[in-house]
């Protein structure tokens, strides 16, 4: 997807409603600790390989967030954007000081959870907004597989499993957040 697929809508986001309003607040919050993660992981990494993974994930990521820039206005963003820029930032940082395997696992994990948030949101948006999120969620599947690829074969082990399971619930909990403030 590019950032040109898609036209500015001609509707004001808040008239799509409470619901829908705070899933692309919370959407816009996410893709804001995603540039975050990437930048964080860039920052502190010095794996080439990792770095040609961030690097080509972070321009997607980039374009994420100028797209919902372009559809969620200042009023109706989260009012708590450092925070999630800060937290993605660190989650990216902890992971890249983690190394390699470390660094792909945790973007399964961040990104297998974006995929289900997207997909939660998809039975409320219709038309552009339904297109969008597809569009978003197709990039993250992407982001997802390469991750899962890269980590390569053998399974999580105990502490991986946890460390995935930690990352999916912050990530969940920072959803509810943004969708509220
Ligand atoms: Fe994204
Ligand atoms: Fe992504």
Redesign the pocket.
């Known amino acids: 997807m590019t950032s040109s697929d898609f036209v500015l809508p001609e509707f004001r986001v808040e008239s799509l409603g409470r619901r829908l309003c705070a899933d692309l607040r919370s959407d816009h919050a996410g893709?804001t600790g995603?540039v975050g993660i990437y930048k964080g992981m860039l920052a502190v990494s010095r794996d080439a390989e990792l770095r040609v993974f961030a690097v080509s994930h972070l321009a997607?990521?980039e374009q994420?967030l100028a797209l919902l820039d372009g559809w969620v206005p200042p009023a109706s963003r989260s009012r708590l954007l450092p925070l999630w820029s800060w937290s993605g930032w660190m989650l990216g940082a902890l992971a890249g000081l983690g190394g390699r395997r470390v660094g792909y696992v945790t973007i399964n994990a961040v990104e297998q959870f974006?995929i289900s948030h997207y997909e939660e949101q998809l039975p409320r948006a219709q038309g552009e907004v339904r297109r969008l999120i597809r569009a978003?969620q197709d990039?993250?599947a992407q982001h997802q597989e390469d991750a899962e690829r890269r980590a390569g074969e053998g399974r999580l082990n105990w502490v991986e499993r946890r460390w995935s399971a930690i990352v999916w619930r912050g990530s969940s909990m920072a959803v509810a957040l943004a969708r509220m403030v």
């Open positions: 893709e995603a997607t990521e994420h974006v978003l990039d993250e």
